[in-house]
């Protein structure tokens, strides 16, 4: 496969190799195209010539966002013959307490927003929404990923969704749901359901939103409650949503209470919005030996197929068997060691599947697992998401150890060597049968981290990952020192696609 070129810092304004020459070109080509993209940026950057600004790289105002966009630039380009895998910008987020990161969003007007429960952040103004004491919010300088904006609400939030059709920023958290001005000026609404720990939107306004693990509420356009489903023998992890196809769709695991294991199988249902089961993948009463346990973890529907990540324990799993019918074994695929399940002390490996969202047939899937001279580690998988082309997505913690880790670099940065538990992030073909690429972060010493937000443009990727309290640090660019201040910690990263 081919790989990203490597990372150069430009000084000056010769003309862009690739219209995502910043996160910012890559927002203007997500909404212009490529074309008009690279005129808009070349116009920016001939202006600030014509100001003074050609020596160097530029940045103005505090935390980076002054300046017009065009003063600060990276080379993010094309994939080419290397192992470098370039970076637009990767910093480190946080106070000097413990903060947590919880999704990132794209939204519109080329805003870049994290959202979480953040320590007081120096130099950030805040704004108090619906009485909040909670930063729960931050806005992100489009070039270098810098907070600029803090949003006070009434707790923490854990989920994130920008609403497709109006661009409002929809927040699930400890206050339930809310709905905010795409520019996080005012609140248009909130429900207080309970806790939210995953949200869903889709093209007609439809909102579903998970509280705790058993239950679901589908809200409407306002905020209105539509359906409520409960499933107090289930452990639900993520919800997907399609209301004009009538369709709800609910995702985790539940024990197995029969036969001859004592595990856990996947739950994948699709349900009418009337609460109606339509169809059940996985959920058999007896695994017929395929003991490991295993669970279906995150979702995202898009047209006419739904897009699945689960995991598995190690061992044989139903991952290998049709959904349908537990007797039925799916055919051995072909892959390199990464993708294949054979070899000893898997600890936990993820499994990836593309559903029919009409009737929960199978149409592709693919393993990924860590190897160490084929011995498998652990892989966690917390993030999913699918791009305009249909290439998959997916973030996490590997433990050990990912393809090709010992030659790669990340804007133009050694990896260091493996220590503790790494955020990752792998990429698929549109039909998973190819892995494009498989990256870890690490740059210095013990560094426990995971992926815990990914949001995708026409073109490029926004990253959140968790850094646990410690010394260790994940690659920033391009300041290579971007400063931890102290306890648990996030971390940014945005590039090309």
Not at 286 to 302: H, Q, T, W, Y
Not at 480 to 491: E, F, H, I, Q, T
């Given at each position: ?17 690739s ?9 203007l ?12 940026l ?9 100001s ?8 103005g ?17 094309l994939?080419?013959a ?6 637009c ?15 990132v ?20 103004p805040t704004?108090?929404?619906?009485n ?14 810098s907070?600029?904006r ?22 699930g ?36 939103a998970?509280i ?27 919800v997907a ?13 539940r ?59 190690g ?31 898997i600890?936990r490996?993820?499994?990836l599947?593309?559903f ?24 966690l ?21 990912i ?51 990914l949001?995708?443009?026409?073109d490029?990727?926004?990253?959140a ?6 010394l ?8 290579l ?17």
């Amino acid at each position: 496969m081919s790989r990203p070129a490597s990372v150069a810092q430009l000084a000056g304004p010769p003309p862009l190799r690739s219209c995502c020459a910043l996160v910012a070109g890559l927002l203007l080509a997500a909404e212009f195209g490529c074309g008009r993209a690279d005129y808009l940026l070349e116009q920016r950057a001939s202006t600030s010539d014509q100001s003074g600004a050609r020596s160097g790289v530029e940045r103005g105002g505090a935390g980076g966002s002054g300046g017009s966009v065009g003063q600060l630039r990276f080379e993010c380009g094309l994939p080419a013959a290397s192992q470098d895998f370039p970076l637009c910008a990767a910093r480190n987020v946080g106070s000097t307490n413990d903060d947590r990161l919880a999704a990132v969003a794209l939204g519109r007007d080329r805003r870049l927003w994290v959202a979480g429960a953040f320590g007081e952040l120096p130099g950030v103004p805040t704004k108090r929404l619906d009485n909040g004491t909670q930063v729960a919010l931050l806005e992100l300088a489009p070039d270098t990923l810098s907070p600029i904006r803090g949003i006070r609400l009434p707790g923490g939030a854990r989920a994130l969704q920008v609403d497709p059709i109006d661009g409002q920023l929809v927040i699930g958290g400890d206050f339930g749901v809310m709905s905010l001005s795409p520019d996080a000026s005012t609140v248009r609404w909130r429900q207080p359901i309970g806790v939210v720990s995953r949200l869903a939107l889709d093209q007609a306004g439809g909102i579903a939103a998970l509280i705790g693990a058993h239950q679901v509420e589908v809200l409407r356009a306002g905020g209105v409650r539509e359906t409520s489903l409960r499933d107090d023998g289930s452990e639900l992890l993520d919800v997907a949503l399609d209301s004009r196809a009538d369709a709800l769709y609910v995702v985790g695991s539940r024990q197995v209470t029969s036969g001859t294991c004592m595990g856990t199988v996947p739950v994948l249902r699709r349900y009418a919005l009337s609460g109606v089961l339509v169809w059940r993948d996985y959920e058999f009463a007896d695994p017929k030996g395929l003991c490991a346990s295993s669970r279906g973890l995150r979702l995202v529907v898009k047209g006419q197929i739904l897009y699945y990540v689960g995991d598995n324990e190690g061992g044989n799993s139903v991952h290998s068997v049709d959904p349908k019918n537990v007797a039925l074994a799916l055919p051995p695929q072909s892959g390199d060691e990464y993708s294949v399940t054979w070899g000893k002390a898997i600890r936990r490996y993820a499994f990836l599947g593309e559903f029919s969202v009409t009737d929960g047939k199978l149409l592709a899937r693919r393993f990924l697992l860590p190897r160490d001279a084929h011995v498998g580690g652990q892989l966690l998988v917390s993030s999913l998401a699918v791009d305009a082309a249909g290439r998959v997505i997916v973030g996490g913690q590997t433990s050990c150890c990912i393809a090709d880790r010992d030659t790669q670099t990340v804007a133009g940065q050694s990896l260091a060597t493996f220590g503790s538990d790494e955020a990752n992030v792998a990429t698929f073909s549109a039909d998973l049968s190819t892995r494009l690429a498989w990256h870890v972060f690490t740059r210095q010493g013990d560094s426990p981290s995971t992926v815990v937000g990914l949001a995708v443009g026409t073109d490029y990727v926004l990253v959140a990952a968790q850094l646990i309290s410690g010394l260790g640090r994940l690659t920033t660019w391009p300041e290579l020192d971007s400063p931890r201040l102290g306890g648990a910690d996030g971390w940014l990263a945005a590039w090309s696609r």
